[in-house]
């Protein structure tokens, strides 16, 4: 069955005020274009989770869409901190929830396999157990060793960036991978949205790729460029220029403010956004192709 949408139609359908919304991806994939439609849907009190924020949760939280972070790492990758969310932590006027890398993953692995925890060997990061009363420790009871445990994690909607699907949301991923597959898993409802839909049969010559089954997937959202100014292996570069420029927007409330108005608020879609580019950043961002080599899955 068809679960193609536009995706104005599924941040309204499916993204409510109030909820946990985790958008994908690790420097590469990262859903931008759902994170932009939230803002102009003027989506309110959620709670953003994600294992490395970056640009796109500093823009969520400029345009008064946060209540609360959790989070591992979190900064504007190669640059240096995100200065808006963390302003925001400092004046407390956005609530936090920190846990390391590791952390954070095994909560989606306890959520993805219905567990209520997951338990973890001892790290160096004692100051997160006491900055974090959700880490809690625990005795094994085979070798009586400590342990440490994080609490399962289940968004209400996880918003996944994917290279290719079909019409039913079974989608293949490749090049640098996330927490893609575990995040899916892990909600309640899951958005997909994609550089091309293909149809099944194209999906099915490669299922070693299909990292998401269209059985867990509620909307399929055709939407080139929807990474930008992440990337998508295969489609289009990375847009370090824009990443670093954003480190000196995000200094000035004035320039953050009228970024948003021309980047966000005053385009459409997507589609708007990406015409909106000059020649030479889309020049820069064209990518040479490389395709790997053929893969014999005899009968099947």
């Not at 400029?62 to 925001?88: D, H, T």
């Not at 920190?98 to 004692?126: C, D, K, V, W």
């Not at 292996?233 to 009228?258: C, F, M, P, V």
């Amino acid at each position: 069955m068809s679960k193609i949408t536009s995706l104005k139609n599924a941040i309204s359908a499916h993204v409510q005020d109030g909820d946990l919304i985790y958008l994908a991806g690790f420097t590469h994939l990262i859903p931008f274009a759902a994170g932009h439609e939230i803002i102009r849907q003027k989506k309110k009190d959620l709670t953003l989770a994600r294992a490395t924020p970056d640009l796109v949760y500093d823009q969520l939280v400029a345009a008064g869409c946060a209540k609360k972070i959790i989070f591992s790492y979190m900064g504007n990758p190669g640059v240096g901190s995100l200065r808006i969310v963390r302003k925001a932590i400092e004046k407390g006027v956005l609530d936090w929830e920190e846990y390391s890398h590791f952390g954070m993953i095994s909560r989606l692995q306890a959520g993805a396999t219905g567990l209520p925890f997951m338990p973890m060997n001892q790290t160096g990061a004692t100051s997160l157990e006491q900055a974090n009363p959700n880490i809690k420790r625990i005795t094994d009871p085979y070798s009586g060793k400590e342990l440490i445990t994080v609490p399962a994690l289940n968004p209400d909607v996880a918003i996944v960036h994917v290279q290719r699907c079909d019409a039913e949301g079974n989608s293949h991923i490749w090049g640098i991978i996330g927490e893609q597959k575990e995040v899916a898993f892990a909600s309640k409802k899951v958005i997909v949205t994609t550089e091309e839909i293909v149809d099944d049969s194209v999906i099915r010559s490669d299922p070693n790729r299909t990292l998401i089954p269209g059985f867990i997937v509620d909307a399929v959202c055709l939407v080139p460029h929807a990474a930008h100014p992440s990337y998508a292996q295969g489609y289009y570069d990375r847009d370090n220029h824009l990443y670093i420029e954003w480190d000196k927007i995000s200094e000035s409330e004035e320039l953050t403010a009228k970024y948003l108005e021309e980047w966000v608020y005053g385009v459409a879609d997507r589609e708007e956004y990406w015409q909106k580019l000059d020649d030479q950043t889309k020049q820069t961002l064209k990518i040479e192709d490389k395709f790997s080599a053929q893969t014999n899955y005899g009968k099947y």
